[in-house]
């Protein structure tokens, strides 16, 4: 299926458009009264559930899935059968939405911190049954009760995410444990988690494929010991930031199925560890040592002097590219991915990888001292089919290694060109003319104008333009954006000054699959752009901070408009008062993040702020007009904040208590000490 559109309004009923790849027939029936209910019934009885079925799944769009559900009470009990996904916003409606659909194999509770450990109990009571994964990330109000209950009743359960979950320890991890079929498990920051917890889930989780212990520094090598010993399943493991040494590697390295391995700030694993994976790791495909200071070139020419498969290499700051390693990769012919970022390479190193490694897909040289004209011309010229291209902060790269990419690089999907400051249009023409496949372009902090962008409108597939700090662009150039890519999700024009009203008209006229803008600093803009922006239903992050002349009149229109808006930015926005935050509030119910620092807020917007069941993240920096009492009133009643930013000396002047508090209830707070 194409396209379906499925609505009932008044009593006119218009429904299913279907392709004759789909074995139908086109149908589309307007009729009126009650006639229109008969006809559709008897039409519909035509069609059993499996063909209903089939076109449902076929309907991507979550607007479309909610008319078709408001058809008839038949599509309305197929639509429960159907869903499998669902990402909770409100606890409150979770017994509602359980009992309706029983059908669930995977939950995202990521957005919903009153997540209890009754709500868990109720999870594997109502949908243990087909449940297979859950995601707890960043939530702290449940407790190893909840996790056992959700494990032991949630049979068919592999995967699990509990990652920065702050009060995630031992007993927790012995909860975890008991889901047996567990195969993904992701505890990135569990810093309570000592080796007692993690051989718990070894020894009873021995289908692990995938691992990852990211900052979970309270483990150590007899932890990751035990895991090789008890999880020989294993494709994917991240260690990185661990206190652990070559003694873990050497465990490591007797995963023969291990595909992945992530090291990222092992700072005790040097080249004696690496050496172990030479001969072990049979498996191994990716491999990160990114920050490993005490790794040389001779442990990385070590490795790549085994067996191993590797087609992903990742060294950011890490050691200097030698010629020596640069020769020890030209074994691997298939290399897809290599990554050098901050490291010092060389033009006959890039040579070599262009002679070498023909597959290469992905290349990535941010920030790397040594990357010239000459060596990503040599590369490119070997390595045709590269993806994705990243040479942020390439201060000497040119219009000569831009040519070379666009000429070279037909496939090009994405480019990050950031704070490459020699680069003009000349070369932008080159990839206009030849990388009709790009997506994503960053030319953040460039040199680019008008006529660059011209050039660049002809990449008619680009989803992401990012274009800060570009101060020579203007609304002509967007004009010519807005012209030709129309599949543009996101847009950043950080204080890219030269843009005003006209250019983000023609954006939102003619992009209207835009969800992301960085409008902040841009001073010429008005409410006039915002107006504009609020056509675009589906945006759900605005930034505007810093954008003097747009007024309360101008967030409304977005809040009226854009109402699935999730991040706002509206720092230092003075001509934003109460009454456009009160009108956002009552438009956008979905809101979690927000910044109102700096802005002529009242205590009128302070308490409006608490009707807002989803907010999580919000900055609070000098909000003169709001008195101490509403400051804390608010901050008390918002019941999801997950994380605060307000000034130091509210610390002494709010009644004591507050921020304990918000702190048991898993709330972060970052204190910051500015002048006004």
Same mark, same amino acid.
């Given at each position: 299926?194409?396209?379906?559109?499925?609505?009932?309004?008044?009593?006119?009923?218009?429904?299913?458009?279907?392709?004759?790849? @789909?074995?139908?027939?086109?149908?589309?029936?307007?009729?009126?009264?009650?006639?229109?209910?008969?006809?559709?019934?008897?039409?519909?009885?035509?069609?059993?559930?499996?063909?209903?079925?089939?076109?449902?799944?076929?309907?991507?769009?979550?607007?479309?899935?909610?008319?078709?559900?408001?058809?008839?009470?038949?599509?309305?009990?197929?639509?429960?059968?159907?869903?499998?996904?669902?990402?909770?916003?409100?606890?409150?409606?979770?017994?509602?939405?359980?009992?309706?659909?029983?059908?669930?194999?995977?939950?995202? #509770?990521?957005?919903?911190?009153?997540?209890?450990?009754?709500?868990?109990?109720?999870?594997?009571?109502?949908?243990?049954?087909?449940?297979?994964?859950?995601?707890?990330?960043?939530?702290?109000?449940?407790?190893?009760?909840?996790?056992?209950?959700?494990?032991?009743?949630?049979?068919?359960?592999?995967?699990?995410?509990?990652?920065?979950?702050?009060?995630?320890?031992?007993?927790?991890?012995?909860?975890?444990?008991?889901?047996?079929?567990?195969?993904?498990?992701?505890?990135?920051?569990?810093?309570?988690?000592?080796?007692?917890?993690?051989?718990?889930?070894?020894?009873?989780?021995?289908?692990?494929?995938?691992?990852?212990?990211?900052?979970?520094?309270?483990?150590?090598?007899?932890?990751?010991?035990?895991?090789?010993?008890?999880?020989?399943?294993?494709? #994917?493991?991240?260690?990185?930031?661990?206190?652990?040494?070559?003694?873990?590697?050497?465990?490591?390295?007797?995963?023969?199925?291990?595909?992945?391995?992530?090291?990222?700030?092992?700072?005790?694993?040097?080249?004696?560890?690496?050496?172990?994976?030479?001969?072990?790791?049979?498996?191994?495909?990716?491999?990160?040592?990114?920050?490993?200071?005490?790794?040389?070139?001779?442990?990385?020419?070590?490795?790549?002097?085994?067996?191993?498969?590797?087609?992903?290499?990742?060294?950011?700051?890490?050691?200097?590219?030698?010629?020596?390693?640069?020769?020890?990769?030209?074994?691997?012919?298939?290399?897809?991915?290599? %990554?050098?970022?901050?490291?010092?390479?060389?033009?006959?190193?890039?040579?070599?990888?262009?002679?070498?490694? %023909?597959?290469?897909?992905?290349?990535?040289?941010?920030?790397?001292?040594?990357?010239?004209?000459?060596?990503?011309?040599?590369?490119?010229?070997?390595?045709?089919?590269?993806?994705?291209?990243?040479?942020?902060?390439?201060?000497?790269?040119?219009?000569?290694?831009?040519?070379?990419?666009?000429?070279?690089?037909?496939?090009?999907?994405?480019?990050?060109?950031?704070?490459?400051?020699?680069?003009?249009?000349?070369?932008?023409?080159?990839?206009?003319?030849?990388?009709?496949?790009?997506?994503?372009?960053?030319?953040? @902090?460039?040199?680019?104008?008008?006529?660059?962008?011209?050039?660049?409108?002809?990449?008619? %597939?680009?989803?992401?333009?990012?274009?800060?700090?570009?101060?020579?662009?203007?609304?002509?150039?967007?004009?010519?954006?807005?012209?030709?890519?129309?599949?543009?999700?996101?847009?950043?024009?950080?204080?890219?000054?030269?843009?005003?009203?006209?250019?983000?008209?023609?954006?939102?006229?003619?992009?209207?699959?835009? %969800?992301?803008?960085?409008?902040?600093?841009?001073?010429?803009?008005?409410?006039?752009?915002?107006?504009?922006?609020?056509?675009?239903?589906?945006?759900?992050?605005?930034?505007?901070?810093?954008?003097?002349?747009?007024?309360?009149?101008?967030?409304?229109?977005?809040?009226?408009?854009?109402?699935?808006?999730?991040?706002?930015?509206?720092?230092?926005?003075?001509?934003?008062?109460?009454?456009?935050?009160?009108?956002?509030?009552?438009?956008?119910?979905?809101?979690?993040?927000?910044?109102?620092?700096?802005?002529?807020?009242?205590?009128?917007?302070?308490?409006?702020?608490?009707?807002?069941?989803?907010?999580?993240?919000?900055?609070?920096?000098?909000?003169?007009?709001?008195?101490?009492?509403?400051?804390?009133?608010?901050?008390?009643?918002?019941?999801?904040?997950?994380?605060?930013?307000?000034?130091?000396?509210?610390?002494?002047?709010?009644?004591?208590?507050?921020?304990?508090?918000?702190?048991?209830?898993?709330?972060?707070?970052?204190?910051? @000490?500015?002048?006004?």
């Amino acid at each position: 299926m194409k396209y379906a559109n499925l609505w009932q309004e008044e009593l006119v009923v218009s429904c299913l458009f279907l392709t004759e790849q @789909d074995g139908f027939s086109f149908l589309f029936l307007p009729m009126q009264g009650s006639e229109s209910m008969n006809k559709m019934a008897s039409i519909l009885s035509l069609l059993g559930d499996d063909i209903l079925l089939r076109i449902l799944r076929s309907v991507r769009s979550p607007t479309d899935r909610k008319s078709w559900s408001l058809v008839c009470k038949h599509f309305y009990h197929l639509e429960a059968l159907c869903k499998e996904r669902l990402q909770l916003l409100r606890r409150k409606m979770l017994t509602r939405i359980l009992e309706r659909y029983g059908n669930l194999l995977h939950l995202d #509770f990521s957005l919903c911190p009153q997540i209890t450990d009754e709500c868990l109990e109720q999870v594997a009571r109502l949908s243990g049954q087909h449940l297979r994964s859950i995601n707890l990330s960043k939530l702290s109000c449940f407790s190893h009760i909840g996790l056992f209950m959700l494990a032991k009743g949630c049979e068919n359960l592999v995967e699990i995410d509990l990652s920065s979950c702050s009060r995630i320890g031992d007993k927790e991890a012995d909860a975890i444990s008991q889901a047996k079929n567990l195969q993904s498990l992701k505890l990135v920051k569990c810093q309570q988690i000592s080796d007692l917890g993690l051989v718990c889930i070894a020894v009873r989780c021995g289908k692990l494929r995938y691992l990852n212990l990211k900052w979970c520094v309270g483990i150590s090598d007899s932890g990751i010991e035990m895991v090789a010993v008890k999880c020989k399943e294993l494709r #994917f493991l991240d260690l990185s930031y661990l206190q652990i040494t070559n003694k873990s590697i050497a465990s490591v390295a007797q995963l023969e199925y291990l595909e992945t391995l992530v090291l990222v700030g092992c700072v005790s694993v040097d080249d004696e560890g690496l050496d172990f994976l030479k001969d072990g790791c049979k498996s191994l495909q990716r491999l990160d040592v990114s920050k490993c200071q005490n790794v040389s070139c001779n442990g990385i020419i070590s490795v790549t002097s085994g067996s191993i498969p590797l087609q992903q290499l990742t060294l950011a700051y890490c050691v200097p590219v030698t010629s020596a390693i640069f020769a020890s990769l030209q074994k691997f012919e298939s290399l897809q991915s290599i %990554k050098f970022d901050g490291c010092e390479v060389s033009s006959s190193g890039l040579e070599s990888i262009g002679k070498s490694c %023909k597959y290469l897909q992905e290349l990535s040289l941010s920030k790397c001292s040594g990357a010239t004209d000459e060596g990503i011309s040599l590369l490119v010229a070997g390595c045709r089919d590269l993806r994705i291209v990243d040479l942020t902060c390439c201060h000497n790269l040119t219009d000569v290694a831009v040519s070379a990419i666009g000429m070279s690089c037909t496939n090009l999907s994405c480019l990050k060109m950031e704070s490459c400051s020699l680069v003009t249009e000349t070369s932008l023409n080159v990839l206009g003319d030849n990388c009709h496949f790009l997506e994503v372009l960053d030319l953040t @902090d460039s040199s680019i104008n008008n006529t660059g962008l011209k050039f660049i409108s002809r990449c008619s %597939k680009l989803t992401t333009l990012k274009l800060g700090i570009c101060e020579s662009i203007s609304d002509e150039g967007l004009t010519y954006i807005g012209a030709h890519c129309s599949d543009l999700l996101e847009l950043d024009l950080y204080r890219s000054a030269g843009v005003g009203d006209v250019g983000l008209a023609a954006i939102a006229c003619a992009c209207p699959k835009l %969800k992301i803008c960085n409008l902040s600093y841009c001073i010429a803009i008005t409410d006039e752009s915002l107006k504009s922006l609020s056509q675009l239903e589906g945006l759900h992050n605005l930034e505007i901070r810093g954008c003097i002349h747009v007024t309360s009149a101008g967030l409304s229109a977005i809040a009226m408009g854009c109402r699935h808006l999730v991040e706002l930015d509206i720092k230092r926005c003075c001509c934003v008062d109460d009454v456009g935050l009160v009108t956002l509030v009552h438009c956008c119910q979905n809101l979690r993040q927000i910044n109102i620092s700096y802005c002529p807020i009242s205590d009128v917007g302070m308490l409006a702020l608490a009707n807002l069941s989803c907010l999580q993240n919000i900055k609070l920096v000098h909000l003169r007009n709001v008195s101490l009492d509403t400051f804390a009133f608010g901050l008390l009643a918002c019941k999801s904040l997950k994380k605060i930013k307000v000034l130091k000396h509210l610390k002494s002047l709010l009644p004591p208590g507050i921020f304990e508090h918000l702190e048991e209830q898993g709330c972060r707070i970052r204190w910051m @000490d500015k002048p006004l």
